[in-house]
């Protein structure tokens, strides 16, 4: 699967792969390419994995595209947040949709 994904000013190409484009790094689940524009996420997951792996690579793209300082804690803080948000979307479909039916308005 692959589609664009506006991240800010920017358009990122999304995609669901068979592996992760990097070397020696077969146990990642995602990657934020941020100066090429491209997401990537490891086909073959379970659904709610897949859906928290998504995020959490957005997350990394909107601390570079915002300037967020680069910390020693940014992985944890993006995991938690990435696991935080994907619980919030999934226990409150009907908040989520509501959200989103706002937005398109």
Known sequence: MEFDLKLGAHTFKFMVVPHIPIEDCSD???LCLYHKHQIYVADGLPPSLTAETAIHEVLHSIRFMYS????DDEEAIVQITGHALTQVFKDNPEWFDWI??????
Request: aromatic share 0%; no cysteine.
């Open 100 to 105: 989103t039916s706002l937005l398109r308005a």
């Open 28 to 30: 990642l689940l995602g």
């Open 68 to 71: 967020l300082d680069n910390t």
